[in-house]
């Protein structure tokens, strides 16, 4: 079909056109100075979910004690459990999040604001207030991009049980009754400075390192925490028998769950520098504008109470444990 | 992407790449050539562009990348803007919206491409609006039928041949005019 005749007659925007209404844009909003050229909501959401399996699934366990201190939960081991893609599907659908499953508001107690870029990485370390540790080994062509940090959040939810009974109704999961005692009772998460260093590499080659100090959740003590890890699992599709050994032999004091859909990722445990650390890889990741990047790897390790996570599209995964091993 | 976590786990690395600038310049001539297509060239595709870049600025938070890429998503913005503009102007866009706006070539060749524009604006006009609004996607936007599909809620099957159809009639129109 002979359609030249439509395409020619594209045309670019005028120059003083797309300037001003990117200028006009840049100017408009109360965070438009967040728009140093990225969008970290959705990074912080990442955040927020992961800090929500961690609330929801991971709660301490209790330690016996005289004192009424809050117990704390701090990410040491990451346990990845595969689960049913259409279970995640459902989860979804009924918004996972704190405020969701856990029943009542969450309480921002703390809002760092939009995160930052820095072109410089020692101006992203005095913003992240702690010495930022960084690869010293960088897999084939990848060179530093830019640091983001984004502040501490702290969040405060009051548990209401009745979301949470009806999720478990609604997901089949019958047989497990909750804890006595929840209602009313507040979690508080500490979600503390994140620091985002990217690498661009040539194409659509990408790689971020993420480093943290570990998040920490606390609750007052007196709670069945593995019952709850239990009903966590089951909500996320883990059969009966296999939840109940997992919430056995997991250490909900540290341990962070990582559910992942078996049909799309495939999962090892790796050493990285003698801690163990592990790795997910898919089969295909997005672009910003959804287009495909290709295979993406993701490792998680903790070394020395700081939480990494380097995510990249690499070429073999022996690039990218190299270069988490050179991280110091 | 289908896993839910390993989704989140990329998007906690790869948002902060998200670099609007980069997505403004690749977006912004799909966004405007989308609307000359659709309304013709001139202030108003411009001042379209222009809404459709604002308001998709303004509910940035609310992009989903989970869900739909962002050109997806932008053009969801854009149709709507363009939905609004039909409805509260007029069915068709005027003929004398199609006049050019200058740019960087001579006045000779301006005339020349003003001139064929417009009469390929003016057989736009005449479609029906579902025919124009996919060659504006296909052709102004530069969008696959597979993603007009997505955007339009048709099949892709349909979108190529009506799409196959609309170009053959306009193509015959255009070599009759010429």
Do not use: C
């Not at chain 1, 992203?124 to 991009?145: E, I, N």
């Amino acid at each position: 079909m002979d359609d030249r005749f439509l395409h020619e007659h594209r045309r670019e925007p005028r120059p003083e056109f797309a300037r001003s209404l990117r200028a006009r844009l840049r100017a408009s909003g109360p965070d438009a100075e967040e728009r140093t050229g990225f969008r970290l909501h959705p990074a912080l959401a990442g955040a927020l979910a992961v800090a929500a399996i961690a609330v929801a699934f991971s709660f301490p366990a209790v330690r016996a004690g005289a004192q009424q201190v809050l117990d704390l939960f701090r990410v040491r081991e990451f346990a990845v459990v595969q689960v049913d893609e259409n279970r995640i599907e459902q989860l979804k659908s009924r918004h996972l999040d704190p405020e969701a499953f856990l029943g009542g508001p969450v309480e921002t107690l703390e809002d760092p604001g939009p995160a930052k870029r820095f072109a410089d990485f020692a101006s992203a370390q005095q913003a992240a207030g702690f010495t930022v540790q960084r690869p010293t080994h960088l897999a084939r062509t990848l060179s530093p991009d830019s640091v983001f940090v984004e502040g501490e959040r702290r969040v405060r939810v009051t548990i209401d049980t009745r979301p949470m009974r009806e999720l478990m109704d609604a997901m089949d999961v019958r047989d497990l009754s909750l804890p006595a005692g929840l209602d009313g009772r507040s979690i508080e998460a500490r979600l503390p400075v994140v620091v985002v260093q990217t690498f661009r590499g040539e194409g659509k080659r990408r790689a971020a390192l993420v480093q943290a100090e570990s998040p920490e959740v606390s609750m007052p003590p007196g709670v069945d925490l593995p019952r709850l890890g239990e009903i966590g699992l089951r909500l996320l599709g883990v059969d009966r028998d296999e939840a109940h050994r997992l919430a056995g032999v997991i250490d909900w004091n540290t341990t962070m769950l990582v559910p992942v859909v078996a049909s799309a990722t495939r999962f090892q445990q790796v050493s990285v520098n003698g801690a163990r650390g592990v790795l997910l890889e898919t089969s295909s990741t997005a672009t910003p504008d959804g287009s495909d990047r290709g295979p993406g790897q993701a490792l998680l390790w903790t070394h020395g109470g700081r939480v990494f996570a380097l995510l990249g599209n690499f070429r073999q995964t022996v690039d990218m444990v190299q270069m988490a091993e050179s991280v110091n | 992407m289908h896993d839910a976590v390993f989704g989140r786990l990329w998007a906690l690395g790869s948002a902060t790449e998200e670099d609007w600038d980069a997505l403004y310049a690749e977006q912004l001539p799909r966004v405007y050539n989308f609307f000359r297509y659709r309304v013709g060239d001139g202030a108003v595709a411009e001042d379209l562009a222009s809404r459709t870049f604002e308001k998709a600025w303004r509910a940035r938070h609310q992009y989903r990348r989970d869900l739909a890429g962002f050109g997806t998503w932008l053009f969801a913005i854009a149709r709507n803007v363009a939905v609004d503009h039909f409805r509260q102007r007029r069915p068709h866009a005027p003929l004398e919206e199609a006049a050019g706006v200058p740019g960087g070539p001579t006045p000779e060749e301006l005339a020349e491409r003003r001139s064929d524009f417009e009469r390929l604006a003016r057989l736009l006009a005449e479609l029906p609006d579902r025919e124009r609004e996919l060659v504006a996607l296909k052709y102004g936007a530069g969008l696959t039928n597979r993603a007009i599909a997505k955007a339009t809620g048709l099949s892709e099957s349909n979108v190529g041949t009506v799409l196959h159809r609309t170009v053959g009639r306009l193509r015959a129109a255009w070599t009759e005019e010429g």
